[in-house]
């Protein structure tokens, strides 16, 4: 029975590898996308990636640096990735003049929208703290002072360069400034302020040092609401649904070379594994983000002030 098994195992993995053999299909007689090679994918979705077929994980900053100085990085390859990088991609190639190599293939995968997730025993602090609502002015303005039960105000974001940490600093540089249509020219001595205090907090799975460590840890975080699935806790109960203005989401969408396209099978199997991830459907209308000209300018802040 065991030999059956890992018979049918074998099989299985044939069948996904195949599937992503054509992921590509340019009608002309062109190359198609090795098995091993078909997909790339940011280290937050290796585990998406893997039930579509696999392929390379590495960070999304690391890929979009590699696009924007070899367009043959992705050659054959599928980027699933959030629009936010792909557009930064697009457009930085643009403005150093290179060739316009890629493409988002068709409508996103999914969505999950930037959510402020705070401890539920700290929010009231924080508000009378900050004498408004709680959002992203507020918490830098508060970051490392002290609340009435003793502890600090600690705020934390996925790094900038991971899958979510583009789009996450987007919405809290949005909030800072008041609209979701900044330039890099905004950027002035206020916001840099209180941008550089939001930027120092970056951490890997911030959720999950909530959960594990307390809110003497962390007290609030930027994150998607896909990351806010299991909230299990032994510190209280942790509120992941806090609206900040403007909305901003992440939409998971597929760089392609240009003129490709998505294989209709490994597309399915790619929105059936973020499904299974948490994440909702492609959601339709603006996400709140900013060209990627922008984007870039507000990565490159980040990191100086991580």
């Not at 992705?74 to 990735?81: E, R, S």
């Not at 918490?139 to 039960?149: C, F, I, K, P, V």
């Not at 998505?262 to 948490?278: F, I, K, N, P």
């Amino acid at each position: 029975m065991k030999r059956v098994g890992a018979l049918l195992g074998a099989v299985v993995m044939v069948v996904a590898a195949l599937a992503v053999r054509g992921t590509f299909d340019g009608g002309d007689g062109g190359s198609v996308v090795a098995a091993a090679d078909g997909l790339v994918c940011p280290t937050e979705l290796r585990a998406v990636c893997a039930a579509a077929g696999g392929g390379r994980v590495e960070s999304a900053g690391t890929t979009a640096d590699a696009l924007m100085a070899d367009a043959a990085a992705l050659d054959g390859d599928v980027w699933i990735v959030p629009a936010g990088w792909a557009r930064l991609v697009i457009d930085e190639r643009a403005r150093l003049g290179l060739e316009a190599a890629f493409e988002i293939d068709g409508t996103p995968l999914a969505s999950s929208p930037v959510v402020l997730a705070v401890w539920t025993s700290r929010a009231e602090q924080l508000t009378a703290a900050c004498g408004r609502s709680i959002d992203w002015s507020c918490l830098a303005e508060a970051d490392g002072t002290s609340l009435a039960d003793g502890d600090r105000v600690r705020v934390a974001a996925p790094p900038i360069d991971s899958a979510t940490g583009l789009t996450v600093a987007a919405a809290q540089a949005a909030n800072l400034l008041g609209t979701s249509a900044f330039a890099a020219n905004d950027f002035d001595g206020v916001f840099n302020s209180l941008a550089s205090r939001l930027a120092s907090g970056q951490q890997d799975d911030p959720i999950t040092t909530m959960r594990t460590q307390g809110p003497g840890r962390i007290t609030a975080a930027g994150v998607v609401a896909a990351d806010t699935t299991d909230l299990a806790t032994n510190f209280g109960t942790i509120t992941p649904t806090i609206d900040v203005d403007p909305a901003v989401r992440v939409d998971v969408v597929a760089l392609v070379r240009s003129g490709r396209s998505l294989a209709d099978s490994t597309r399915r199997a790619l929105q059936d594994a973020l499904s299974e991830a948490g994440w909702d459907r492609a959601a339709s209308g603006p996400d709140g983000l900013p060209a990627g000209g922008v984007l870039a300018a507000l990565r490159t802040f980040w990191n100086e002030n991580r």
